[in-house]
């Protein structure tokens, strides 16, 4: 489980960001920040590419009744209008400006996984990695991936033609599949080239 090493490094409470949801062809982009309590953190957390989806859930669920938890999504249409880059990084400044709300000032500090930050008045730091080093870090990914997996399984019943409940949006082949035969809804991002490429064709 990661260690609160760089949560210790900063003035508390201390927020972990992170994002899930950046390569697919369909569905937003989610991003989750998190402030775990000075106690009674659930056991378990961890990177949420470690875990099964059963334990993500059961997390997600923990570690929103105890934590303080913000969540930023932006939809297909914006990613396409605002490039997935500055998609995520709104994302991010979405789920942070929750959890300033939700505390009534800022965060003493907020960790971001990768190596880039919004551009945003918070006190930050990125860190490569930062879901396997970062307790916090971790519990947002849990969030976001659950959120966003939870989001497209709702999709898919919408549109089961993509198999989006196996392949929550991502181009499996299954999924171009699809594409190529149906073309592409209004959940596909129409600037990622799989998906530009079919958009011709219908």
């Known amino acids: 489980m990661p260690g609160l090493k760089h949560e210790r490094l900063y003035l508390a409470p201390v ?10 062809l369909a569905g937003p982009v989610v991003a989750a920040a998190v ?8 056991r378990g957390i961890d990177d949420s590419k470690k875990l099964p989806a059963t334990e993500r859930a059961r997390l997600c669920a923990r570690i929103t009744d105890c934590a303080i938890v913000g969540v930023g999504i932006v939809e297909a249409d914006e990613i396409d209008t605002l490039n997935i880059y500055w ?4 994302a991010m400044t ?9 505390l009534g000032c800022a965060p003493g500090h907020v960790l971001v996984d990768g190596n880039r930050l919004p ?18 870090i971790a519990a947002a990914s849990i969030v976001a991936k659950h959120t966003r997996d ?3 399984l709702q999709h898919h019943e919408s549109y089961p033609q993509y198999d989006w409940a196996s392949n929550k949006g991502y181009g499996a082949p299954a999924h171009r599949r699809a594409l190529a035969e149906h073309g592409p809804c209004p959940l596909h991002r129409r600037s990622f080239a799989p998906v530009a490429q079919t958009v011709l064709q219908f």
């Open 87 to 90: 998609a995520t990084m709104k």
């Open 119 to 136: 551009r945003w008045g918070y006190a930050s730091t990125p860190i490569v990695g930062g879901d396997a080093l970062s307790r916090s």
């Open 94 to 102: 979405i789920a942070v400006d929750q959890i300033a709300t939700k």
């Open 15 to 24: 927020a972990g960001v992170d994002e899930a949801g950046r390569g697919p």
């Open 150 to 152: 939870t989001i497209m």
């Open 35 to 42: 402030i775990l309590p000075a106690r009674n953190v659930p």
